[in-house]
T-cell receptor
Framework: ELKVEQNPLFLSMQEGKNYTIYCNYS?????LYWYRQDPGKSLESLFV?????AVKQEGRLMASLDTKARLSTLHITAAVHDLSATYFC??????????FGEGTQLTVNP | EADIYQTPRYLVIGTGKKITLECSQT?????MYWYQQDPGMELHLIHY???????EKGDLSSESTVSRIRTEHFPLTLESARPSHTSQYLC?????????????FGQGTRLTVV
C-alpha cells in the first residue's frame, strides 16, 4: 500500500522567512503533484512534476522531485500572508489515481 | 480555468434518506474521480471511472455508488445516509490524452447527516 507522508503537518512562519515542506512516498512513481487548498474551498493545482530532477517555480514557491529518494519538496521563499493555506502533495499510483499526503497547514504571520 | 461543477455545495439531511451528489464537467475528460475528505485531513479516493459505463471502487471503502452513463456526468449516490457519511466529497476529472496532466477538482459538496 502506497504511503505518502508530509512534514511538517503544521507550519507557522513569519512573513519574509523561507521554509521547506517535505513529501515522502513509499513506492516507485515519477508523477507527483502539489495542490493548495484554502479553508472551505476546493483544490488548486500548483505543480506537476513528471520526472526525476524536475524543478518548477511559480512566484515564491518552488517544487522539486527526486524519484530515487522518493522525495519531493515545496520551498517557500520570503513568505507572505497570502500563502497561508493547506498544501497537499499527491502521488499518481497509476491511471491518474492519486494518493494524497496528510497536508501541511501553513500560517504566515505578519 | 477548469470547468467542473458539483451540486449541491452544502447539504444537511436526515438519517436514512437517499441522496445523490451531482458532478459535471465540460472538458470532455474521460477520467473522473470521487474523493472524500474529512475536515483538516487528506483526501481519499472512493470511486473512479475511465469512461462511459466504467466504474471502479477506490482505495477507501465507501457505501456510496456511482454511475457513468454520459462522459460529462458522474453522480454519487448514498441509498441510506448515516451520520458516519458526514464529510466533504470532491469530484475531479483529468485528460487521459495528456501524460501526467493534473486532475481538476470541483468545489466540493459538504454533506452533513443528522
Amino acid at each position: 500500500e502506497l504511503k505518502v507522508e508530509q512534514n511538517p503537518l503544521f507550519l507557522s512562519m513569519q512573513e519574509g522567512k523561507n521554509y521547506t515542506i517535505y513529501c515522502n512516498y513509499s513506492t516507485t512513481s515519477d508523477r507527483l503533484y502539489w495542490y493548495r487548498q484554502d479553508p472551505g474551498k476546493s483544490l488548486e493545482s500548483l505543480f506537476v512534476l513528471l520526472s526525476n530532477g524536475a524543478v518548477k517555480q511559480e512566484g515564491r514557491l518552488m517544487a522539486s522531485l527526486d524519484t530515487k529518494a522518493r522525495l519531493s519538496t515545496l520551498h517557500i521563499t520570503a513568505a507572505v500572508h497570502d500563502l497561508s493555506a493547506t498544501y497537499f502533495c499527491a502521488v499518481d499510483v497509476g491511471g491518474s489515481r492519486l494518493t494524497f499526503g496528510e497536508g501541511t497547514q501553513l500560517t504566515v504571520n505578519p | 480555468e477548469a470547468d467542473i461543477y458539483q451540486t449541491p455545495r452544502y447539504l444537511v439531511i436526515g438519517t436514512g434518506k437517499k441522496i445523490t451528489l451531482e458532478c459535471s464537467q465540460t472538458m470532455g475528460h474521460d477520467k473522473m474521480y470521487w474523493y472524500q475528505q474529512d475536515p483538516g485531513m487528506e483526501l481519499h479516493l472512493i470511486h473512479y471511472s475511465y469512461g462511459v459505463n466504467s466504474t471502479e471502487k477506490g482505495d477507501l471503502s465507501s457505501e456510496s455508488t456511482v454511475s457513468r452513463i454520459r462522459t460529462e456526468h458522474f453522480p454519487l449516490t448514498l441509498e441510506s445516509a448515516r451520520p458516519s457519511h458526514t464529510s466533504q466529497y470532491l469530484c475531479a476529472s483529468s485528460d487521459p490524452g495528456q501524460v501526467g496532466t493534473e486532475a481538476f477538482f470541483g468545489q466540493g459538496t459538504r454533506l452533513t447527516v443528522v
